[in-house]
């Protein structure tokens, strides 16, 4: 069990720049989950994926993102013409739907987004 | 209103103290109830977790949950200044969200020697 891992950790880029963010939950968790976080603020959900299915997207998430799972194993965050809005760390969490630890949520390090 | 609130703090207890951070919530259908640390610059880390009323003690830490007052709290004894941190209160909705966490602001603790 390696853990939640997040890659890059952190991404600069300039307004209007499209970025993808990767995540690899742990092996046998098939949920994946995404959430955003600005200073002084706790994590705020963004969407969530039951191995290849996305079951449910944020209604505050703009049209500008999207996330994928193809393979019910890692996933993909992209967000499209990038915003000074939408600097914040990015953070990946997954879970079981079965076992010892059903629901437990378990994040990886984050990926801070800087957008100039 | 907040989906879930704390008092942001800061709370500050001297070494050796417990500290008491508490925290409420709206969703009468909330299923389950986390308690996460994160320490400044990192993620934050599952430390606890409470599914029924009543208390649940793991080592130094003991959280709380009252259903009917919609309360859940954590109670760190014996505060180290290792538990500097703030400590994030999520919880689960029930039904077809089930799983999705609704995270309040968090309360900074700060432990002094």
């Known amino acids: 069990d390696t853990g939640v891992s997040q890659d890059p950790r952190h991404k600069i880029t300039k307004r209007g720049q499209n970025v993808t963010f990767r995540c690899d939950p742990i092996?046998?968790?098939?949920?994946l989950y995404w959430y955003r976080q600005t200073l002084g603020q706790g994590p705020e959900f963004l969407t969530y994926f039951q191995n290849e299915a996305q079951l449910e997207k944020s209604r505050l998430l703009s049209d500008r993102f999207s996330a994928e799972r193809p393979k019910g194993s890692f996933s993909t965050l992209e967000i499209q013409r990038t915003e000074q809005g939408d600097s914040a760390m990015y953070l990946c969490a997954s879970s079981s739907t079965s076992g010892r630890h059903v629901y437990e949520q378990y994040f990886g390090p984050g990926t801070r987004l800087t957008v100039t | 209103q907040k989906e879930v609130e704390q008092n942001s703090g800061p709370l500050s207890v001297p070494e050796g103290a417990i500290a008491s951070l508490n925290c409420t919530y709206s969703?009468?259908?909330?299923?389950?109830f986390f308690w996460y640390r994160q320490y400044s610059g990192k993620s934050p880390e599952l430390i606890m977790f409470?599914?029924?009323?009543g208390d649940k003690e793991d080592g130094r830490f003991t959280a709380q949950l009252n259903k009917a007052s919609q309360y859940v709290s954590l109670l760190i004894r014996d505060s180290q200044p290792s538990d500097s941190a703030t400590y994030l209160c999520?919880?689960?909705?029930?039904?077809?969200?089930?799983?999705?966490?609704?995270f309040g602001q968090g309360t900074i603790l700060t432990v002094h020697p």
């Open positions: 999520a919880v689960s909705a029930g039904g077809t969200s089930y799983g999705k966490l609704t």
């Open positions: 969703d009468r259908g909330s299923q389950s």
């Open positions: 409470i599914y029924s009323n």
């Open positions: 092996s046998e968790h098939n949920r």
